[in-house]
């Protein structure tokens, strides 16, 4: 499942794998209470719908502009990217700080950048898809929801409204005696928190955990987490068709490849959604689509 970064990759890189905190919403009544879904089989339909979401994705670029404010308070840093997706991989591409725009010289590093990010996202993902493993579209790899559900406890599930919809929200609680594979396992066994599922698209909507334990990935080069870091992650249907990032929060100190990096805390925002034809230059489509549902969605409480 995907997390973005955000995922947006919060994350969204993070967001496959990090789910979860204190649910948040109003009950629906109770005469219009349903049988609630098996959450197994309902966490499957979210990851194949997922998978399903990242195809149409890939048609869109969109805007994203993230605010850093170190915890020393001495320092706020603000970035803007185009997220959009070249053969096949994900990018963010910088093209204004602190509300400039790039010298002429710094945006050609940064296409230099983003080709040889591409170039080696595919050479890992080849790899990984000749060795039968599931990756996200860096060739990083993935952990799926058959193993997820393996290495903690979903409870308390439960219908509210959302945004004027039907939502099921599921309680998440790692599960400290699952034994685990690989470092990333054992970040994902130490995460506490909430997931919240569209129940007409079983599509993610909005998530919200924290993290129990510090751990670092690769010698903190790849991963790196301090204790006690929260995130939020809210999605919103765009054009009717797809559930894309909308707004992403976090606290604490936080490293995710070149992704993500924060200590302190950080605000994501993602929109302006085109559809885009992507070849060696960005072809923006004339028409900007608009969100299906409402955005001024409120984070959950800490």
């Known amino acids: 499942m995907k997390l973005a970064a955000r995922t947006s990759l919060l994350l969204v890189a993070l967001c496959n794998s990090i789910l979860f905190a204190q649910g948040q919403g109003s009950s629906l009544p109770a005469a219009s209470m349903q049988p609630l879904p098996a959450i197994p089989n309902l966490m499957h339909e979210v990851e194949q719908n ?3 979401a990242e195809a149409l ?3 869109y670029l969109y805007r994203e502009v993230a605010r850093e404010q170190r915890s020393d308070g001495r320092k706020t840093e603000t970035k803007e990217y185009d997220v959009f997706w070249l053969r096949g991989v994900e990018v963010h591409k910088l093209v204004r700080k602190d509300g400039k725009e790039l010298s002429p010289d ?4 940064e296409s230099d950048r983003i080709d040889k990010e591409v170039e080696k996202s595919q050479e890992r993902k080849h790899k990984a898809d000749a060795e039968g493993k599931a ?4 060739g990083n790899e993935e952990v799926t929801v058959s193993r997820f559900l393996e290495l903690g406890i979903f409870s308390n599930a439960r219908r509210v409204k959302l945004n004027g919809r039907d939502t099921i929200a599921v ?3 790692g599960d400290p005696k699952a034994r685990t594979r690989n470092r990333v396992e054992s970040v994902i066994r130490d995460l506490a928190g909430t997931i919240w599922i569209d129940e007409q698209d079983h599509a993610i909507t909005q998530i919200h955990g924290r993290f129990a334990d510090s751990f670092k990935v690769g010698g903190g080069l790849v991963m790196s987490i301090k204790k006690g870091t929260s995130f939020s992650m809210q999605q919103m249907k765009i054009n009717n068709e797809v559930w894309l990032p909308s707004r992403i929060e976090g606290e604490g100190a936080a490293r995710v490849l070149l992704l993500l990096h924060f200590d302190g805390s950080i605000l994501i925002t993602d929109s302006d959604y085109r559809k885009f034809k992507a070849t060696s230059t960005i072809l923006p489509g004339v028409e900007t689509v608009h969100p299906t549902v409402p955005q001024d969605t409120p984070s959950p409480p800490r």
């Open 50 to 52: 997922q998978r399903q």
């Open 57 to 59: 994705q890939a048609n």
């Open 106 to 109: 710094e945006q050609r590093k």
């Open 135 to 138: 990756t996200d579209s860096h």
């Open 171 to 173: 309680d998440f609680a």
